[in-house]
């Protein structure tokens, strides 16, 4: 494991925590928070904001990230030989329970859905969420519908390949692997892609959102599960940093989070599922949630729509309904690799 650390707000502090430690003798260690996460740079930067929304609002707390490569990071081949979505979260996850770090700030769409969270663990609270969308860059500034017949599309993601296949038969996906930046780099050494799929949100995080060409509208590229949503996950015993990263968690976020996690939960999906939802508060504060499980090949779709006042009755009666369409016959086909 390949640590680093950033000081975050301990220098400007030091005098004030010298001055403390007389008083406050042996509780120096309550006032530091370490934040652990994957060291690619939209992680850092995930983490970043954690650390400066939680020294905003707790500015006795000094909060210190420390980064780590996970295999996901290092592993470039099929993701389904490391046995999913776990390989950017594992070693996070022993960090946090063996005591190295005390926060863990992941991408909801990257925490595994088919599972719990790791025995010992709660995930805590989720930040506001960010903007949903896929979208395309190209270099020459197209939007998806613009692009030529037999433009190759790098993505790995089953679900984008699907809805590319439903709506734009004509796009050829190409896999890539890798984090944000080096798909970017892979874009513009431009042998083999002439576009890419991205999430908004993350090439907003790495500071890239002017590589932007055409944000997708939800309705033709439904999202991931978790789309831009941050979560805090934390030791389940740990209760002062758990309400330290309550102070952060953003309701709304929460209860469109668990509709659609639940959802991903009954249909045991996982990231070789073309499974594609979003769940949104109406205005009259009712929750929507709409979801589709597609075939590769975009030939057969099932779509689901339903409103209700409890998450947890949506996400079920959402799964309920696509398995009733025979959704299990799409999520068993065999993937590549995979066990
Ligand atoms: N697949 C990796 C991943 N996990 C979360 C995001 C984006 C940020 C988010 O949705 O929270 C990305 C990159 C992408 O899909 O372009």
């Not at 090439?203 to 599960?225: E, K, N, Y």
Request: glycine fraction near 8%.
């Amino acid at each position: 494991m390949v640590w680093s650390t950033t000081p975050g707000r301990l220098s400007h502090l030091a005098a004030d925590t010298r001055a403390q430690r007389s008083t406050l003798a042996g509780m120096s260690d309550s006032r530091l928070l370490r934040i652990g996460t994957r060291n690619s740079p939209m992680a850092l930067a995930q983490a970043e904001r954690v650390r400066a929304m939680l020294a905003d609002r707790h500015p006795d707390v000094t909060v210190e990230v420390r980064s780590m490569s996970t295999s996901g990071d290092r592993w470039l081949g099929d993701l389904a030989v490391l046995g999913g979505k776990g390989a950017f979260t594992k070693e996070v996850d022993a960090a946090l329970l063996n005591g190295d770090v005390d926060l863990a700030v992941h991408c909801v769409k990257d925490v595994p859905g088919d599972r719990p969270a790791p025995a010992g663990t709660v995930l805590a609270a989720y930040l506001a969420r960010d903007d949903v969308r896929d979208c395309l860059v190209h270099p020459g500034g197209l939007r998806i519908e613009q692009l030529p017949a037999g433009a190759r599309v790098g993505t790995s993601a089953v679900r984008r390949v699907a809805q590319l296949a439903l709506h734009w038969p004509d796009l050829v996906p190409v896999p890539i692997r890798g984090n944000a930046n080096s798909r970017l780099a892979k874009l513009d050494a431009g042998e083999a892609y002439d576009a890419l799929l991205l999430a908004v949100s993350g090439l907003q995080r790495i500071g890239q959102a002017d590589r932007i060409t055409h944000p997708i509208d939800v309705d033709s590229m439904i999202p991931a599960v978790g789309s831009g949503t941050l979560v805090l996950q934390c030791r389940d015993d740990d209760t002062r940093t758990r309400d330290l990263a309550a102070s952060l968690n953003d309701p709304r976020t929460w209860r469109e989070t668990m509709a659609e996690r639940t959802m991903l939960h009954i249909l045991q999906g996982n990231c070789h599922s073309p499974i594609a939802a979003l769940a949104r508060t109406e205005p009259d504060g009712r929750l929507g949630l709409r979801a589709r499980v597609i075939s590769l090949d975009g030939k057969t779709v099932l779509d689901v729509h339903e409103w209700a006042a409890d998450p947890i009755t949506l996400g079920t009666s959402v799964a309920a309904a696509l398995l009733r369409q025979g959704a299990r016959e799409l999520l068993d086909l065999p993937t590549h690799g995979s066990a």
